[in-house]
C-alpha cells in the first residue's frame, strides 16, 4: 500500500464552514446596480409555427424596458451543448425561433425593471399561431409521414451522421465478428426490450445566470455552470460579442450532475447587458427547470443475447432509440456511451453489433445527466445478466466473475466506439471488481439470504445485485490546466479552470498539491472556474476532474517543487539529491540544517537574482482508466400493494486510490439515492398534448432523509499508475446500477420482471397479477 500524508485522508472540504454559515455566495445572492430582470414566454403547444408576435401592450407597460422575439434577434445556429470545440452535438438551435417545438419552448423574453413587472408582461403579449402534428412516440419518429421538426439548414459541425429531414439527430453502429455465426452457437437466446425514462436532475439550485459590464468596460457573466469555458465560446458566438471582452464566473453551486453542463440562459443576460449597457439577471422557477431546461435522454434498449449452456456469451446485439426531444443537445454522445461505456465490461464476446440513433420528438430536451448513457445501458444489461445466469442454474456473482474483463485485457469496443466517434485502444491496469463483488456479497448476506423469498405477512424479500464501469474523462478530447505560485509564508496560490459543483474537487485539488509539496491543506489557496484569472479547463463533466484536471494539477505542483529544491540548494549550498521537502521546510538531510518554505519564498522574491517561483501545466489523457462497482439491494415487495421498499443498499466502489475516502463515498452514497429515486419514484407525466403535468416536487417524487433506507459505500482501492497519485473517478459510476440490481431484487422476492422503469406500485402489482403471483 502506498504511504501519503495528506492523500488518502479524509480532509474537510475547503468550502465546509462557507457553505455551513451561508456565507457562500450563489448566483441569486450577488448584488448588482440597477438590474434589468428578465422572464421568458413558453410555446403551450407541443408543434406549432408562429405566425406573428404582437409585444404593444407588454412595451406600454411602465418599467418594461425591451421585449425580444424572432423579429429583433439574430437567428444564430448553435448548439446549448456545453461540450468541447467543436461539438458534437447538431447545431439546431437559435436564440428565438418561429417554429415551436415542445410544450415549453422559447417564444420571447421581456426585460423589466422587476420580476413581477416582467411576469406581468408576458401576459400582454399577443402570439398567433398555427398548430402542427405533434410527434410524442420515438418509435414513429423516423416513419414515412411522420411530422419533420427541424430544417435542412440545421447541421452537425463534426460531420457526424445527422438527418434533419428523417427526425434522426444522430446515429451511431459499430461490429465486429459474425452474429450468424454466435446465434448459431448458442443453445438458447434472450430477446429482451428495456424502457428507461425522463428523470430531472432536481439540483437544489435551478439554474440561474447574471450578467454586467465591469469597470474596464468587459462584460462578466455569472453562471450555474459547469462549462465556464464553453459558456464563454457559445455567448461569444450567439451575441456576436469578443471573446476577449467577456468573462465568466463561476460561483459556488447547489449541484450540476451534468444540468448545468447545458448553455441556455447566459447567452440571454448576456444579450440583454450589451443591447442596454445594464446589468441582467434571471433565475429559473422549479416548474421551468422541470419543463424547460434539460432531463435524462429516454431510451429504448433491445438486447438479444446467444449464450451456451456453458455460460459462453456467443454473440450480442444492442439496439437502442435515444428520444432526444425536441433539440439534439448531446444527442451523439449519450447515444453512444449506452454502448461505450457499457460493453467493453463483458469482453469475451466474440461477436457484437451495436446500433444507436437519437430521434427528434416534440417532448422536453434530453441532455447530459449523471451517468450519461452509462445508465440506461447497464439497466438493460444487468437484468440479461440475472436472467442468463438463472436460465444457466449458476450464481449470478460466479458467472459475471467469470466474464467481465480484467488487468491487462481490452475490449474491441475501446477501439470502434468513443463518445461520438472512433474510439481508441486501451488496456485495463487496474481492476478490484471481484474484490468489491465479494465484499458487497458478504455486506448484504448474498449468500444467506438469495432466492429464499423471506415473507412477513404479503411482503416478501428479495436480493438483487448489478456492476458496472464507466471512465474517467474522455481521452483525446478532456483537458485540464493549472497554475500555481508561491507567497512569502509559503503559501501557495493554485488556479483551477475545474469547476467544483458542489462534490469538493477543490479540495480534492488542494490535497493533491498539499501531497507534493509537503505541506497542510490550509497552506493553499484555490481559485476555480473564473476565464480572466484561471486557465482552461473542459469543465465538469464525464468524471473527468480527478483525474484529467487532477493530472494538471501534480504536474503544476512538481514544477513547483523542483523550483523550491533549486532554491533550497543554493541558500543551504548543497547538491538538490541531499534534500527532503516535508512538513513545509527543506531539510539537508547530510547536515540536518533546515529552511522554511517561507523563508525559501523570501529569498527568491527578495534576496538574490530574485524571481518569482510559479509554474503551469496541462494534461491531455490518451486513455479513460474505468472505475468499477458492485452494487447489491435488499428490498420488499408488498404483495397486496406492489410497493416497493428498499431496506438496505451496499456500494463497493474501484476508484483506483481515494483522494478522499470520505468525499467519495459521499459522491456514492448521493449517486445511489439519485439511482434509487430514479428507479422506483421519478416519473415524466403528460398531458395529450404533450404538456408536462408533474413539475412540482408535490407531483415528482424524489426522497427525503425521512426516506432513507440503510446505505453503504465501501471504496475498494487499486492503483491506477496513470491517475495522480493512483487515482480514477467515482462520480457517476454510482447511479448505473440501482435500477437494475432493483429490479432483479424484484424478480428474486416475487417472480415477475419489469422492463420498464419506474416500478411503481401499480406497475409491480400488475406485473404480479398478470403473472399469477399474487
Known amino acids: 500500500m502506498n504511504k501519503f500524508t495528506i492523500i488518502g485522508k479524509s480532509e474537510k472540504k475547503i468550502d465546509s464552514l462557507s457553505l455551513a454559515t451561508g456565507a457562500s455566495k450563489f448566483v441569486d445572492d450577488f448584488d448588482l446596480d440597477d438590474p434589468i430582470y428578465l422572464a421568458l414566454l413558453y410555446s403551450p403547444y407541443a408543434h406549432a409555427e408562429i405566425v406573428n408576435i404582437d409585444d404593444s401592450q407588454a412595451r406600454r407597460l411602465p418599467g418594461v424596458v425591451d421585449v425580444f422575439y424572432y423579429k429583433n434577434v439574430k437567428p444564430i445556429l448553435h448548439t446549448t451543448a456545453g461540450q468541447g470545440f467543436p461539438e458534437p452535438s447538431p447545431y439546431d438551435t437559435v436564440l428565438f425561433d418561429t417554429k415551436m417545438r415542445f410544450v415549453g419552448d422559447r417564444v420571447a423574453m421581456v426585460a423589466a425593471e422587476s420580476r413581477d413587472i416582467a411576469a406581468e408582461a408576458l401576459k400582454l403579449i399577443k402570439v398567433e399561431y398555427k398548430v402542427l402534428e405533434p410527434l410524442f412516440d420515438p418509435e414513429k419518429a423516423m416513419t414515412a409521414g411522420a411530422p419533420i421538426l427541424h430544417g435542412p439548414d440545421r447541421f452537425t459541425p463534426i460531420g457526424a451522421k445527422y438527418e434533419p429531414d428523417k427526425n434522426l439527430a444522430a446515429e451511431v453502429e459499430i461490429g ?3 452474429l450468424k455465426k454466435g446465434e448459431k452457437e448458442a443453445d438458447f437466446i434472450i430477446d429482451q426490450a428495456y424502457k428507461a425514462h425522463y428523470g430531472s436532475h432536481c439540483a437544489q439550485e435551478p439554474h440561474a445566470a447574471i450578467s454586467y459590464f465591469d469597470e474596464m468596460g468587459r462584460l462578466v457573466v455569472v453562471s450555474t455552470t459547469q462549462v465556464p469555458f464553453h459558456v464563454r465560446r457559445i455567448v461569444s458566438k450567439v451575441c456576436e460579442f469578443p471573446l476577449s471582452k467577456i468573462r465568466v464566473i463561476k460561483p459556488r453551486i447547489g449541484g450540476g450532475f451534468g444540468g448545468k453542463q447545458e448553455v441556455f440562459l447566459e447567452q440571454l443576460v448576456a444579450l440583454t447587458s450589451i443591447k442596454h449597457k ?13 419543463q424547460n431546461s434539460r432531463t435524462r435522454h429516454p431510451i429504448r434498449v433491445r438486447l438479444r443475447t446467444g449464450v451456451k449452456n456453458d455460460g459462453e456469451i456467443t454473440f450480442l446485439e444492442m439496439d437502442s432509440l435515444l428520444n432526444s426531444g425536441a433539440y439534439g443537445t448531446h444527442a451523439l454522445t449519450v447515444l453512444s456511451n449506452c454502448g461505450a461505456k457499457v460493453l467493453p465490461l463483458f469482453n469475451k464476446i466474440e461477436n457484437l453489433h451495436f446500433l444507436g440513433r437519437s430521434v427528434y420528438t416534440n417532448l422536453p430536451v434530453g441532455g447530459a445527466y449523471r451517468g450519461y448513457g452509462a445508465t440506461q445501458g447497464y439497466f438493460a444489461l444487468n437484468q440479461q445478466l440475472d436472467m442468463i445466469a438463472r436460465k444457466l442454474d449458476v450464481d449470478l456473482l460466479d458467472y459475471i466473475k467469470k466474464n467481465h474483463i480484467r488487468v491487462g485485457e481490452t475490449s474491441q469496443v475501446f477501439k470502434a ?9 486501451q488496456y485495463i491496469n487496474s481492476c478490484k471488481l471481484d474484490e468489491c463483488i465479494d465484499i458487497g456479497a458478504r455486506e448484504i448476506g448474498w449468500y444467506e439470504k438469495r432466492g429464499k423469498r423471506i415473507a412477513n405477512g404479503d411482503k416478501v424479500r428479495g436480493l438483487g445485485c448489478a456492476v458496472a464501469m464507466q471512465g474517467s ?14 507567497n512569502d509564508d509559503g503559501s501557495f496560490n493554485l488556479d483551477i479552470g475545474a469547476t467544483d459543483i458542489g462534490t469538493g474537487s477543490d479540495t480534492i485539488l488542494a490535497q493533491i498539491v498539499a501531497e507534493v509539496l509537503g505541506v497542510s491543506l490550509e497552506k493553499i489557496i484555490v481559485l476555480s472556474s473564473d476565464t480572466d484569472r484561471t486557465p482552461f479547463d473542459v469543465g465538469a463533466y464525464a ?14 505542483a512538481e514544477k513547483i ?8 540548494a543554493k541558500m543551504l549550498a548543497t547538491e538538490k539529491s541531499n534534500l527532503e521537502l516535508a512538513g513545509g521546510q527543506v531539510k539537508n538531510l547530510i547536515n540536518g540544517k533546515s529552511i522554511t518554505l517561507g523563508e525559501i519564498a523570501e529569498y527568491a522574491l527578495y534576496s538574490e537574482n530574485q ?6 501545466a496541462s494534461q491531455f489523457v490518451e486513455q479513460s482508466p474505468p472505475p468499477f462497482i458492485a452494487q447489491f439491494v435488499e428490498i420488499e415487495v408488498d404483495k397486496r400493494t406492489g410497493k416497493v421498499d428498499v431496506l438496505k443498499f451496499v456500494s463497493a466502489v474501484d476508484c483506483g486510490q481515494a483522494i478522499n475516502p470520505q468525499l467519495a463515498e459521499g459522491q456514492v452514497d448521493g449517486a445511489v439515492v439519485n439511482g434509487i429515486c430514479y428507479a422506483l419514484t421519478e416519473q415524466y407525466k403528460f398531458s395529450a398534448n404533450g404538456n408536462l403535468l408533474t413539475k412540482h416536487f408535490r407531483d415528482y417524487k424524489i426522497w427525503t432523509a425521512a426516506d432513507m433506507p440503510e446505505i453503504k459505500s465501501i471504496v475498494v482501492e487499486s492503483y491506477e499508475a496513470s491517475g495522480p497519485f493512483g487515482a480514477k473517478s467515482v462520480a457517476e459510476i454510482g447511479i448505473n446500477c440501482p435500477m437494475p440490481a432493483i429490479a432483479n431484487a424484484i424478480y428474486d422476492a416475487v417472480g415477475v420482471r419489469l422492463f420498464e422503469a419506474p416500478f411503481t406500485p401499480a406497475k409491480v402489482y400488475r406485473e404480479m397479477k398478470r403473472a399469477g403471483k399474487l
Do not use: N, W
Open 611 to 616: 524571481f518569482q517561483i510559479q509554474a503551469g
Open 561 to 568: 517543487r523542483e523550483q523550491i529544491l533549486d532554491v533550497a
Open 473 to 486: 474523462g474522455i481521452p483525446l478530447v478532456d483537458m485540464g490546466a493549472a497554475y500555481m505560485k508561491i
Open 417 to 425: 466506439l468513443g463518445e461520438g466517434k472512433e474510439g481508441i485502444t
Open 278 to 290: 445594464r446589468p441582467a439577471k434571471i433565475v429559473l422557477s422549479r416548474k421551468e427547470v422541470f
Open 176 to 178: 465486429f465478428g459474425d
Open 543 to 556: 468524471s473527468s476532474t480527478t483525474y484529467v484536471s487532477g493530472g494538471a494539477v501534480k504536474k503544476c
